[in-house]
């Protein structure tokens, strides 16, 4: 992997990444690991941790895969006494879980008066346990996680969170209201743990990714024959660069807020990655 530019001082740290099974964060953590750290992917599934892990280490680097569940705590627990038996006290952790649930979106962006009785989807249809359970995932997913292993950075230096917001927290977008609500919380949560944090040595900040296509968002952004929704030409249409991001394209700005010698006075920052969507206001 090539990477953007050289981090000295990530070498042997210890690097947590939850949410390593998906395709961002094993990217954070193929980057980490070029970087000299050693990192620990944490998925629900262990069959993706270990697989990244172990491309990880056939290209020279320090890595495990893990199993973990982000909303119990005592499976960060166990998970935990694993990363500090193998790897040592984190040093660094990326909240890289979350995701959204169809059963927490509507299938049109605007009410209509007979949407009700309507064999459509409506905000009077959204289903109460999708809605907690997106909300679980992203702000608790970020949360528990944070109360396992920032145990390990208190009073040390060097040590940060860095969570994973997204251009829904700035302006929420359609269709989606329990995804947008719930990385607004991840956004404020950033700000708050920075304050908490700052008396101990713990810095706390965020990337908020603009629109990415992964498989996360596919089947909002392309339908079935391939061809864009008109949701990708209004995405596009409000990128002021005119396309989606890359994966890599997150990696300078994650690389840099964990550096402490580059970025050491910064901290409850949430950074926008996102082509300029947060700036165009549509004229």
Known sequence: MKLPFKVKDLKNKVVVIT??????????????AVSGAKVALLDLT???????AAEIVEEGGVAKGYAANVLK????A???????????????LINGAGGNNPKAQTDKEYFEV????????????????????VFNLNFLGTLLPTQ?????????????VINISSMNAFTPLTKIPAYSGAKAAVSNFTQWLA?????VGIRVNAIAPGFLSTAQNKSLLWNDDGTPTARTGKILAATPMGRFGEMEELLGATLFLASGDAAGFITGVVLP???????????
């Open 19 to 32: 949410g390593a099974g998906g395709v961002i964060c094993s990217g954070l953590a193929k980057a980490f």
């Open 46 to 52: 262990l069959e993706k941790a270990e697989q990244f």
């Open 73 to 76: 705590k005592d499976s960060l």
């Open 78 to 92: 166990e998970c935990h006494k694993q990363v500090l038996n193998d790897l040592g006290k984190c040093d660094i």
């Open 114 to 133: 007979g949407d009700i009785e309507a064999a459509t989807k409506s905000f009077f249809d959204l289903d109460e346990s999708g809605v907690q359970f």
């Open 148 to 160: 396992e292993f920032a145990r390990d950075m208190v009073g040390r230096k060097g040590c940060s």
């Open 195 to 199: 304050v908490h944090f700052s008396k």
């Open 273 to 283: 990655i996102d082509g300029g969507f947060s700036a165009y206001s549509g004229v």
